[in-house]
């Protein structure tokens, strides 16, 4: 990746670093982050000069239009600290990609390759001694873009922030997942914006999703809304089906995300020829699996959850609890990616990206 | 309106004023506001003390989930003075019971009606001056309550701002309006978060209506998302057909906002002897009445838009105009609302509240 034209990024280094007050063995997912933050706003038309300055709180307008027509998108990406503390992101251009998308979805301007990468690279330079080795340790990137303009009219805004901050993490999901899957409430419509990583999209699932937890279920895999017969995705991963030796993952829509993780785990089943089908599933063809017995694995995919196995589902009232598996691909695939991501494996794909 | 324990809320006033800067005559919808604001912040599970302060940005951390996941509600409504210079809201607490109502569907705390209701009318009679009488003119009051907690993790915030920010408007929409009925977008799902003030919402209709835009139309009108063939609402307006003589106006729905200029309409046609049938209204009928003559209007209803005719619609690129009317049901049913609204009329209804 290409660090030139980064001496246009204007760095105000923090005088004191907050590293030594962290827990590295202990984090909460997504709650930590390190000195430094990247900063570039979008104003006049124009982006404006990049910075890399301490991390702390900014000041906003009350009436900021993220806050009264939601117009802010994010993306979720990790890198990766190797044996030689060399750093590696791990697709970055799909991440790259899918960000400003989501910009043209949501009415936002793009953001262009030389601020979102250098900036990204710049700053985990910068604070790399965050960034910690190990399988499972990983630096969380959280690109982001708000709009800052002012005004309560319902129109898109003229200024906009685009910032990136680093949260050291462990891993996203731990203990038993067991999901509900979505008989009324829905995450995105036809037409609508659940293939965008638009902040709105989340607040939406959020009432869903503690009724959910209050019935005992971690996670709620959405169907489609205009029939609740198809099977979607879940809050923040693509999920898979293992029907006897077939993965099956519904295709990407407007309605649901174009994970990296779903497609990685696509090439890489390929690759270790695992049969991949991508159609839609339907709720029923699922509990006939889970009936007849050759539904043996679900798993969630996604960046901040890796790979995340699933141990039954509930529909219906029904709960349909899934075998214990001897050879379960869901951990076959997630060494495979851990391996690559973490180095500790040959990347034949070319996925992952040294900074 | 009960103004007890409003000895609760601190205030903190501004030195100086803002309102000799202010041209009242040529005011641009919601971009100017008032010397002070509301605040009241969400905390250890509590509403903290309440305080009016002057209006100014505040800090957010980066992280806060308002940015990433998007909870964030809103209300609009509006206050009027009267020839005596008594200040009036209308129907405030719809508005109020609509905002708790998202606030419930967004996984964020109720605010207690003391709350809302005391600030709301402190901050008007602290900044009464910038409210102007004379028909038209109105103070738009914007409540909105935005999640302050911290941590990139898709869950429900733990803390949360409620605040009330004021501007001085005259008129929303200006000109003609023509419409573009939606074939392929949507602006909500099937037990999405349509009925919701949520911020969201709004961000999700820019890059559609922007197409509209450059089409040549002001507005869109939202069909269901399932089939495009139901008529739903505009981007902030419900919208009400005529066809002969009878009003037809969508049910609301979880896909729809239940406004509260819409309900105020239904019983005002009721009071004026103009049937009202509210039903699934599908767009080849609005087609067929169009081409065979018998539609006679279309018109939003809002609090910002008022009343607002549309002049023609396009569906599948046809253009269909509509009649200049002579005895327009529109403008009979706004002169009937802004006359209650601005107390040049009895409220035989109740609606209007002294504040
Ligand atoms: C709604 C949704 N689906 C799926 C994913 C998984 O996508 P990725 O693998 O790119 O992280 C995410 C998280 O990023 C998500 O937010
Ligand atoms: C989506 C939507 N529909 C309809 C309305 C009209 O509702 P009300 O009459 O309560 O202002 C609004 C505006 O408030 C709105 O945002």
Chains 1, 2 share one sequence.
Not at 48 to 74: E, N, T
Not at 231 to 240: D, P, R
Not at 253 to 275: P, Q
Not at 343 to 348: G, P
């Amino acid at each position: 990746m290409s660090t030139t034209q980064t001496n246009k990024i204007e760095i105000l280094k923090s005088a004191t670093s907050k590293i030594n007050e962290v827990d590295f063995g202990n984090l909460s997912f997504g709650s930590v982050f390190t000195d430094h933050l990247f900063e570039c706003d979008f104003k006049n038309g124009e982006w404006q000069k990049p910075v890399i300055k301490p991390y702390a709180p900014f000041l906003l307008d009350p009436s900021s239009r993220v806050f009264h027509y939601g117009q802010a998108i994010f993306e979720g990406m990790k890198a990766y600290k190797d044996a030689n503390d060399d750093v590696w992101l791990f697709r970055p251009d799909e991440n790259y990609n899918r960000f400003n998308k989501s910009a043209l979805r949501m009415a936002m301007p793009e953001v262009p390759e030389e601020i979102f990468m250098n900036g990204l690279n710049q700053l985990l330079q910068l604070d790399e001694a965050w960034i910690k080795k190990g399988k499972g340790n990983a630096m969380y990137i959280r690109p982001f873009m708000i709009a800052t303009g002012t005004g309560v009219i319902a129109n898109p805004s003229h200024d906009y922030k685009f910032m990136i901050i680093l949260s050291p993490v462990t891993s996203y999901y731990s203990g038993d997942v067991k999901v509900l899957i979505a008989e009324h409430f829905s995450r995105a419509a036809n037409g609508g914006i659940g293939a965008a990583k638009a902040a709105g999209n989340y607040a939406a699932q959020f009432y869903p999703t503690n009724l959910a937890n209050q019935a005992g279920f971690q996670q709620v895999i959405w169907t489609d809304d205009a029939t609740h017969t198809k099977l979607e995705e879940a809050g923040t991963m693509n999920v898979f089906f293992r029907i006897n030796d077939t993965l099956f993952t519904a295709p990407v829509s407007e309605r649901i995300l174009d994970g990296v993780t779903r497609k990685t785990l696509i090439e890489l089943a390929k690759s270790e020829n695992i049969a991949v089908e991508i159609r839609p599933v339907l709720v029923s063809e699922l509990v006939e699996a889970a009936k007849n017995g050759s539904l043996k694995e679900i798993f969630g995919a996604g960046t901040a959850a890796v790979v995340s196995p699933i141990s039954g589902f509930s529909y219906q009232d029904v709960y349909y609890d899934l075998p214990k598996i001897e050879k379960s691909v869901a951990i076959q695939l997630k060494d495979k990616l851990t391996n690559i991501q973490n180095k500790l494996e040959e990347d034949t794909f070319g996925w992952t990206v040294k900074i």
